[in-house]
């Protein structure tokens, strides 16, 4: 199906562990998005990326690491998961960005857990 | 200082009220702004744009005062389906060609039949 898309929707994991967050979309965006938002705090960017094999640090890096070898995925890892990562995650794509109003589609989030 | 601001509420409203929330940021540079709207669970979706002009969309109508670094939002005859969180958000250029969506914590609104 057409749209952006979220694997896994739900996961938890041990804290030290290694996990990755998929993010697809099908409609050839330029930018591509990672979201978490908590309760507090709304929604705050972790990395984007302008195109493939170009991306860029967001307000809460840390802990983060992205790639973006091709257009349409953007995977985003927990290197060694801490509880403090305990959110949910949105990816988010976009066609072009700028000065225009240029919408932000999201894809449906992940839960994860860190115990 | 956070850099888009919103009354997180909630605003509890009967059916049929109007009601408006209100929105600051604090970075002149600014681009463009938004409305997002965000159902319990789900993902963000745009509601609507916002103009300097101030624009209407059905029964929502949005404002900007780029002088105040103000927008609004302006809900009428409210409907139950209505009842989500809004989110106010706003596209500022951070340099090097770059440009970042940076989102309020949002407004709760529950619509009471």
């Known amino acids: 199906d057409a749209g952006i898309t979220q694997s896994p929707r739900y996961k938890i994991t041990e804290t030290g562990r290694q996990v990755t967050l998929m993010c697809h979309q099908t409609?050839?965006?330029?930018?591509m998005f990672w979201y978490r938002q908590d309760l507090g705090h709304g929604l705050r960017l972790i990395y984007y990326?302008?195109?493939?094999?170009?991306?860029d640090k967001g307000e809460v890096p840390d802990g983060y690491v992205v790639s973006r070898s091709k257009t349409e995925n953007f995977p985003l890892t927990l290197e060694s998961a801490t509880r403090s990562q305990t959110s949910v995650y949105f990816c988010?794509?976009?066609?072009?960005f700028g000065r225009g109003n240029t919408e932000a589609f999201f894809g449906q989030g992940t839960r994860l857990t860190v115990v | 200082r956070k850099e888009v601001e919103q009354d997180p509420g909630p605003f509890n409203v009967p059916e049929g009220a109007t009601v408006a929330f209100n929105c600051t940021y604090s970075?002149?540079?600014?681009?463009?702004f938004f409305w997002y709207r965000q159902d319990c669970r789900k993902e963000p979706k745009l509601l609507m744009s916002?103009?300097?002009s101030g624009n209407e969309d059905g029964r929502f109508t949005a404002q900007l005062n780029r002088a105040s670094q103000y927008i609004s939002l302006l809900i009428r005859d409210s409907k139950l389906s209505d009842s989500a969180t809004y989110l106010c958000?706003?596209?500022?250029?951070?340099?090097?060609?770059?440009?970042?969506?940076?989102f309020g914590k949002g407004t709760k609104l529950s619509v009471i039949p």
């Open positions: 409609w050839s965006h330029s930018y």
């Open positions: 988010a794509s976009s066609e072009t």
């Open positions: 916002v103009y300097s």
């Open positions: 970075n002149s540079a600014s681009q463009s």
């Open positions: 990326s302008a195109a493939a094999d170009i991306t």
């Open positions: 958000v706003v596209n500022l250029y951070s340099g090097a060609g770059s440009y970042q969506l940076t």
